[in-house]
């Protein structure tokens, strides 16, 4: 079966991976992994569905599909400010000064008219528009769909509130009906919740891509002529099978897991670890694919390759722990 994998945007909780695997699994597909920290979708393709279908489904419950079987997205880019992050800051000066207006205004006699409803009503405006455009649109797709996401209860909180105090302001019950306050604060601080979240992510996936980096390497391959002399030549450690034997010196990174052969060294294996303390290596003993070769020289034989390395597995096992 064909294996596809995504990256989708617009995940914001466990309930939105939850959507995206009921779907995908009314539909057929088998062996599906849906990460909503990184965006991770993984799934076999059964049946007729096109992977055309597929996309259109995903997008009608309110999501994007924005790269392919492990391509690039602008997700995976490095950001400056991230969207969750200018969206609070936009929103936290109004949110700070309604909040004021119920705390500290009224003791430094600044109170009066920050208690104006009019004003509150104008200062609540604007955030509670960028909250309904992102929580308000992305909860009404999930209810459209009947897979109401956490976006819903947001949407309800702050729609109450604010509904309640515009109420109260046209209705000339302003001072029974002032929770304008509430409204912003509840939309600021998910924001907020949500950038925290998002810098969370990112740093583990930063580490996670300088162990992806540090998988491919060059490697120095060991063949023998028809003389059964030696020749050594450069090779992508990706092109390197189980067997196959590989010299490693004085300053390399161990290009894939093997075992000496020949020789010994001091090695860093910190990128294992965490001690940066070079620890001797001598024949037989095993070598990790990632770690620094401080000292020494030797021949190995390669001892696994792929997703079948060390580094691999501890990858893979970043990714299922984000899950």
């Not at 409803?117 to 405006?125: K, N, P, R, Y």
């Not at 998002?198 to 980096?213: G, H, N, P, W």
């Not at 092109?239 to 004085?250: A, F, N, P, S, Y």
């Amino acid at each position: 079966m064909a294996v596809t994998k995504w990256k989708v945007g617009g995940m914001d909780c466990s309930t939105c991976a939850l959507n995206i695997h009921r779907y995908l699994d009314k539909e057929g597909m088998k062996n599906i992994r849906v990460n909503f920290a990184t965006g991770d979708v993984q799934f076999e393709q059964t049946g007729t569905r096109t992977e055309e279908f597929l996309e259109k489904g995903i997008e009608k419950l309110g999501y994007t599909i924005e790269g392919k079987n492990n391509t690039p997205s602008a997700t995976d880019q490095p950001k400056r400010f991230s969207p969750q992050l200018i969206r609070f800051l936009i929103c936290l000066p109004p949110t700070l000064l309604l909040l004021f207006s119920h705390t500290l205004g009224g003791w430094i006699h600044l109170g009066s008219w920050l208690h104006n409803h009019w004003v509150q009503l104008g200062l609540t405006i604007p955030v509670y528009a960028i909250g309904m455009h992102f929580f308000g649109a992305s909860a009404w797709k999930s209810i459209r769909n009947r897979m109401p996401n956490m976006n819903v209860l947001i949407t309800l909180g702050a729609t109450a509130a604010f509904g309640y105090s515009l109420y109260g302001s046209l209705s000339g019950q302003a001072e029974n009906f002032m929770f304008y306050e509430t409204a912003a604060t509840i939309i600021t601080l998910v924001f907020l919740g949500n950038y925290l979240e998002d810098a969370s992510i990112a740093s583990t996936q930063k580490a996670l891509q300088q162990l992806v980096r540090s998988q491919k390497v060059m490697a120095t391959m060991i063949a023998f002529d028809d003389e059964h002399h030696e020749q050594y030549f450069p090779v992508e450690n990706t092109q390197l099978h189980v067997g196959d034997l590989i010299l490693i010196k004085t300053g390399e990174q161990v290009p894939i897991d093997c075992k000496i052969l020949w020789g010994e060294l001091h090695v860093n294996e910190s990128i294992i670890t965490g001690e940066s303390l070079p620890v001797r290596r001598m024949a037989k003993d095993k070598l990790i694919g990632g770690s620094l070769v401080t000292d020494g020289t030797v021949k190995a034989q390669v001892t696994a390759t792929g997703e079948d390395t060390v580094l691999s597995g501890i990858i893979q096992l970043v990714k299922e722990a984000q899950g």
